[in-house]
């Protein structure tokens, strides 16, 4: 005999429908193959989100050195870089909390990509299609891992 997948009630082999809850049984969700993603994708993010607080240490290194102290695009990286790295830790532990807390620093760091992007777009000149490229291999990503943590397979394993 078979159990229903939702509310344990005996089956006969092949039935579609629970008769006592109406379950489709033809779903079968299997929650290792959501944990796999999710830790594949929380390792993934933990690497990206060190890199940016690298990325923002250097940033903020080059700014101290020419005495440029208007410049925090360093501190918001690494603000960011921390958020995310949090944020990864926390769906690592099955924290719905960790996809907000995620969410918004990716949120800020696109905003400052972008921010950046625009500011470097009137000195380009020529270099324009190279600054763009650049900048995508840091949005491209970013906007894509936001996407894929927020689909219903990835929220699945989230409490």
């Not at 006969?12 to 830790?39: H, M, S, W």
């Not at 907000?100 to 777009?121: E, H, K, N, P, R």
């Amino acid at each position: 005999m078979e159990k229903c997948i939702r509310c344990d009630a005996a089956l006969e082999p092949g039935t579609n429908f629970c008769p006592v809850c109406g379950t489709d049984q033809r779903f079968v969700y299997r929650p290792e193959a959501t944990t796999i993603t999710l830790k594949v994708l929380c390792i993934l993010t933990i690497v990206g989100s060190v890199f940016q607080l690298f990325r923002g240490l250097i940033y903020e290194m080059v700014a101290n050195d020419s005495n440029n102290n208007e410049y925090i695009r360093g501190w918001i990286y690494g603000i960011t870089g921390v958020m995310t790295l949090a944020g990864a830790v926390m769906m690592l532990q099955k924290q719905l909390n960790g996809l907000y807390l995620y969410t918004v620093g990716q949120i800020i760091y696109l905003l400052t990509c972008f921010w950046a992007t625009s500011v470097y777009m009137e000195e380009a000149g020529d270099a324009t299609g190279l600054l763009l490229t650049i900048a995508a291999v840091f949005v491209v990503p970013a906007i894509l891992f936001l996407i894929v943590f927020w689909t219903d397979e990835c929220k699945k394993g989230l409490r």
